[in-house]
């Protein structure tokens, strides 16, 4: 199999668009400077808003195409801006650029030079689909509108508050980042798009639905505060270890009473931590819980934010502590707007080879696409990378991207320009 037609590597002229995305065959292999570009940034993994490696790699490859560059949105996200004809019509495509803070552990020959850094979410993949997107749609002249590539920093959200440490409300993550910086009222939009490897699906398959695609994650942290004492004499105390383990049962009714079965939610309470004394004879004078709230959407997420702060003042009351509530906020959950979601379905269904589905359930985990897609509609797909050589999970300091589904990502981000901007669709 050549090079995919029209890289950098091929010598073949650039069929238009529309042949590009049919005639592509999944799978095969990929042009080998894009797989290079791929684990170069895998070699060479940054965190957070601190990315500054990669966005110069993206800054200088989209000028060489000859795409407009923006720098400094959201710190280091850099912005392309590809015009084409009249018309006002205009789409967003998002990558994101930051590794983890893990530890690989397979001694491949991308291996990260980088100790406690690792591209183990795939981010690399996502920055070089889009890039070598954006290199097919420069050729093309099968469109007309206006392309907004984004390439977001800090999608993991570490290096909170490094936009300004001093501020209360610090962006959580790029994205928040980028869209407070300005980034549609610059580039105004009609659509945003996204997409993620997926390694719980095999290669070849598309997945994408309307509505929740990933959750709203938040952390808590309920302090319990009692009067400590000798166990021997739990009367001259008051105990806030059994006031927390009232609420923990308690808070389990929040999921099996109070949310709507057919809409999955979590409550869980995952640390206990006793203040101010080791010894099993004392009773302390303070338990601290901490746990995480996960929902699928923003009427569930405020009942469960209410609801949390009514079950632990009414326990605390109950057993004469005082208690304090402190809920953190991290991404709401990523919403797929109808029209673009169906956009995307039928931009994958063009593909040859490309398993389609709709039907799964949305994932528990979150995604700072959602600050994207709160500020315009927006949609975001998953793209299968599971076969028998790629069953790592993502996170898992075995992960790696599978550049076998590069062609794939290429073709998904193209046909759905086709059907937003195609001159013929």
Known sequence: MPPLQGSRSGSRSVPTLLKWVSLIEMNAPNASDWVSFRQDLHRHPELGFAVERTAEKVAKALTEMGVEVHRGLGKTGVVGVLRRGNSDAAIALRADMDALPI???????????????????????????????????????????????????????????????????????????????????????????????????????????????MAATDEIEILFEGRGGHAAMPDEACDPVIAMAHFVVAAQTLISREVAPAEAAGVRLTQIETRGTRASNVIPGSVLLRGTVRSLSLATRALLHRRLREQAAGVAATFGCKVHVMIDEGYPPTINAPRPAGIAERAARRLPDVQVRTDLPPSMGAEDFAFLAQAVAGAYLWLGQADDDHTAKLHSPAYDFHDGVLSTGIALFCAIVREELGTER
């Open 103 to 213: 530890d690989e552990i397979e001694a491949r020959d991308h291996r990260s030079e980088y100790a406690g850094k690792m591209h183990a979410c795939g981010h690399d993949g996502h920055t070089t689909m889009l890039l070598a997107a954006a290199e097919q749609l420069a050729a093309c002249t099968e469109w007309e509108g206006t392309i907004v590539f984004v390439f977001q920093p800090a999608e993991e959200g570490i290096g909170r508050g490094n936009l300004d440490p001093d501020a209360a409300d610090a962006p959580r993550c790029g994205g928040e980042a980028m869209v407070r910086d300005g980034l549609f009222e610059r580039f105004p939009v009609r659509a945003v798009y996204a997409l993620h490897n997926w390694p719980a699906l095999p290669v070849g398959t598309v997945a994408v639905r309307v509505g929740a695609m």
